[in-house]
């Protein structure tokens, strides 16, 4: 398993920003995982994959997202990033970040498959 710990969270108006980070460590982690952020806004069940990254840094956004986050890593820091502008009110919610083994990226099994999931951090957006 790979331990991950997220900060950044915090509580802003409409418009404004803020940068996630998720620092990745264990025996088990490696920098070829792909590594994402999920968010599940309030009373929603699923949680919604809104960027994911490569180990070689190839990113996927979110149509919600698109053009308003970025996503990053620093491969030597383990740290993966999740810059976000222009936040809106639907943005609000509780941001998780994940890593596992690019394969599972599309399947439940993400982050279960030997990679892990953080404690997630809390995004709230106010208009």
């Known amino acids: 398993q790979v331990h991950l710990v997220e900060s950044g969270g915090g509580s802003v108006q409409a418009g404004g920003s803020l940068k996630l980070s998720c620092v990745a460590s264990g025996k088990y982690y490696d920098s070829t995982y792909c590594m994402a952020w999920f968010r599940q806004a309030p009373g929603e069940k699923e949680r919604e994959r809104v960027a994911?990254?490569?180990?070689?840094?190839?990113?996927n956004y979110a149509d919600s997202v698109k053009d308003r986050f970025t996503i990053s890593r620093d491969n030597t820091l383990n740290t993966l990033y999740l810059q976000m502008d222009n936040l809106k009110p639907e943005d609000t919610g509780m941001y998780y970040c994940a890593a596992d083994r690019c394969v599972y990226l599309r399947s439940k099994s993400f982050g279960f498959s030997g990679g892990g999931w953080g404690q997630g951090t809390q995004v709230t957006v106010s208009s």
């Open positions: 994911n990254i490569t180990g070689d840094a190839t990113t």
